[in-house]
């Protein structure tokens, strides 16, 4: 695949992009923005590709079935934790619109900047993004007091999911997360209430926990 548009409709194709704002994302930011120099060729193969510092940047066809299930509105508040290069954070950006913000952890200094830089590319959404370099174990540290989170999403295969992220997310809100080898879908129904469906067959890199070295906006 050459171009974004063959990705694109090529996921439509197989049924996993179906709405037409998870669509309009994935057409209003490009891939090939998000890869390192030498893999700009591969951006649309429909496959992960190495970013660096042993992470990748996931297939589309699994952020698009993620993104699907998130269902992020405009003006959600969202954590985006595993950022790796922006791709995901950039089309949360674009979901939420200009009243929604997007939290951004990514826990590898070296990939903060990679995604920070990658997002320039797109100065309508990046000024809709909070980047956070650091463990997102406790949840999102510049999250504004009495706020609470619409939407987590996570890139990271979880062991289990951190208590931070339960208190975060209001009633009604969503995560979306691996572990085990499955995608997890979680609402919150009350402060102890949640509705958990599982969906098997997807492979991650491993959640990694570390010491919070930076926010910036």
Not at 93 to 101: D, S
Not at 149 to 170: C, Y
Not at 172 to 179: A, R
Request: aromatic content about 10%; hydrophobic content about 45%; proline content about 5%.
């Amino acid at each position: 695949m050459k171009q974004q548009k063959e990705l694109v409709d090529s996921l439509k194709e197989q049924g996993v992009l179906k709405s037409k704002r998870v669509i309009a994302a994935f057409e209003a930011v490009d891939r090939r923005d998000f890869v390192p120099e030498t893999l700009k060729e591969a951006a649309y193969f429909d496959e992960p590709l190495p970013i660096g510092q042993g992470q990748t940047i996931s297939q589309p066809f699994t952020v698009a079935f993620m993104l699907e299930r998130l269902d992020a509105q405009d003006g959600d508040m969202v954590f985006d934790v595993g950022s790796g290069s922006g791709w995901q954070a950039a089309m949360l950006a674009h979901l939420v619109g200009q009243k929604g913000k997007v939290y951004a952890m990514e826990i590898v200094p070296a990939l903060c900047e990679f995604s920070k830089s990658n997002l320039a590319k797109y100065e309508n959404l990046i000024q809709r993004v909070v980047f956070e370099c650091g463990d997102a174990t406790a949840g999102v540290r510049s999250l504004p007091v009495k706020e609470s989170l619409d939407r987590i999403v996570a890139a990271a295969t979880l062991d289990e999911v951190p208590s931070a992220w339960r208190a975060q997310l209001k009633i009604g809100g969503k995560m979306i997360y691996p572990s085990q080898g499955s995608l997890f879908e979680e609402v919150k129904l009350g402060e102890d209430e949640f509705k958990l469906i599982k969906y098997p067959g997807f492979v991650f890199v491993p959640f990694v926990k570390g010491v919070i070295s930076k926010i910036y906006e």
